[in-house]
Every structure is written in C-alpha cells, then in structure tokens.
C-alpha cells in the first residue's frame, strides 16, 4: 500500500534552517508528482509547496518562496523540502501529500517548531 513517512523535524531557531525528508512506497514515485503541506495550531492545512514528477517544475505558496526549496530524488523515492530563514510562523506539523491512482495519500507528518 501507499506510504508516506517523513523525517527531519525538530527545534530550531528563528533564522535557522531545516531540511525535511518524505520517503515514498506502494506505487510509482517516478511518474507522480509530489507536495508538502503544512497545519499550524488552530489553523487550516496549507499549501507549502510542490514539484512535478520530473522535478522540473516547482511552485511555492508565497509565504515560502525564497525561503523553501522543494527537490526529489527518484532514485531514493525521497522528496525534500529544504526551509531557511525560518520564523515562529512557520512552526507546523509538516505533511507529505501525493495522488495515486485517483486517490489522495497523506503522511502522518514531522513537526516543526521555531522558538528561541
């Protein structure tokens, strides 16, 4: 079945930098594109980011361009998601999200938190 596990969460400063992983099973990682998403306390889930199968193409909720970059590897079935600059608002739980197959896959998510 279709697994999403994601890793690379913590404690960080505001100003620091954080690289989170999503490691993907159950179907073709190749041909499907990928995202992250991110829910904050109180708040609704949201669009971080997303690239295309290929990793060609990328596109970034506002908040996050130039702060975040995401990337894949296909060869490990890993997508990334690289985030400087981080501010307290930017403490979530962080979601990895595909669509195989007609069907919406979550991770259960790593959680951020940017505090002094």
């Known amino acids: 079945q279709v697994q999403l596990v994601e890793s690379g969460g913590g404690l960080v400063q505001p100003g620091g930098s954080l690289k989170l992983s999503c490691t993907a099973s159950?179907?073709?990682?190749?041909?499907?594109?990928m995202s992250w998403y991110r829910q904050a306390p109180g708040k609704e889930r949201e669009l971080v980011a997303g690239?295309?199968?290929?990793?060609?193409?990328?596109n970034y909720a506002d908040s996050m361009k130039g702060r975040f970059t995401i990337s894949r590897d296909n060869a490990k079935r890993t997508v990334y998601l690289t985030m400087n600059s981080l501010r307290p608002e930017d403490t979530a739980v962080y979601y990895c999200?595909?669509?195989?197959?007609?069907?919406?896959?979550w991770g259960k998510g790593t959680l951020v938190t940017v505090s002094s």
């Open positions: 999200y595909t669509v195989s197959r007609g069907m919406f896959y």
């Open positions: 159950g179907f073709t990682f190749s041909s499907n594109g």
């Open positions: 690239i295309s199968s290929t990793g060609d193409r990328t």
